[in-house]
């Protein structure tokens, strides 16, 4: 099993670009997730998606978008880049059930100039 | 809303000796608490979790925690470190089944 899988693995854009992040599952897992993580900051929730047709939005969801495009795959859309987007993304999964552990894909670093 | 505070961001440590990472949470409901670790650019993956039942929990790499439910607090210790462990470790909680909320992380950096 890869786990959960992200491309790319690095990108620079320029501000106004729009670019889609990927992210991939093979686990069967019901949920996904998508973070930002910025020095000093942890991890911040962009967008969830608890189910399969499912999305809701976390702490950071300004300036995305998602697709649950079916239970593997979660997207993450910037319509229109910014420098305050310059951060690495993270897309995670987990079984959906009550309490369950989240497994992270390697990320995406992501800078906008 | 939930919230995690990890009291020390940067933790510098000598190899072999102890150490302890704090997390404290707020919360005056039940919660399920975490520790996940990142080895420089990777991703995060689970150290331990406190679900119920028995206070100290163990994970891997010689990892335990413990729940203290008055104070708070779920602090992450290791009772000898390795210069592999150097790493950024997260703590996080979770009510119910909503997401994670982390907190900002504390970067161990053991020393040889």
């Known amino acids: 099993n890869a786990g959960v899988t992200q491309t790319p693995k690095f990108q620079v854009l320029k501000t106004g670009q729009s670019m889609t992040l990927q992210c991939a599952q093979d686990m069967n897992h019901n949920s996904m997730y998508w973070y930002r993580q910025d020095p000093g900051m942890g991890l911040r929730l962009i967008y969830y998606s608890a189910s399969e047709g499912t999305t809701d939005k976390g702490e950071v969801p300004n300036g995305y978008n998602v697709s649950r495009l079916n239970k593997r795959e979660f997207s993450l859309r910037l319509e229109s880049a910014a420098p305050s987007q310059t951060s690495v993304y993270f897309c995670a999964s987990s079984r959906g059930e009550t309490i369950n552990e989240q497994y992270f894909g390697p990320g995406t670093r992501l800078t906008v100039t | ?112």
């Open chain 2, 1 to 112: 809303a939930q919230s995690v505070t990890q009291l020390d961001s940067q933790v510098p440590v000598f190899e072999e000796a102890p150490v302890e990472l704090r997390c404290n949470y707020s919360s005056s409901v039940s919660v399920y608490l975490f520790w996940y670790v990142q080895y420089p650019n990777q991703g995060l993956q689970l150290l331990l979790k406190y679900l119920s039942g028995s206070t100290l929990v163990k994970g891997i790499n010689g990892f335990e925690a413990e729940f203290n439910k008055s104070q708070t607090s779920f602090h992450l210790r290791k009772p000898s470190v390795h210069i592999s462990d150097t790493a950024e470790y997260f703590c996080a909680v979770m009510k119910g089944n909503t997401p994670l909320v982390f907190g900002k992380g504390t970067r161990l950096s053991v020393i040889a």
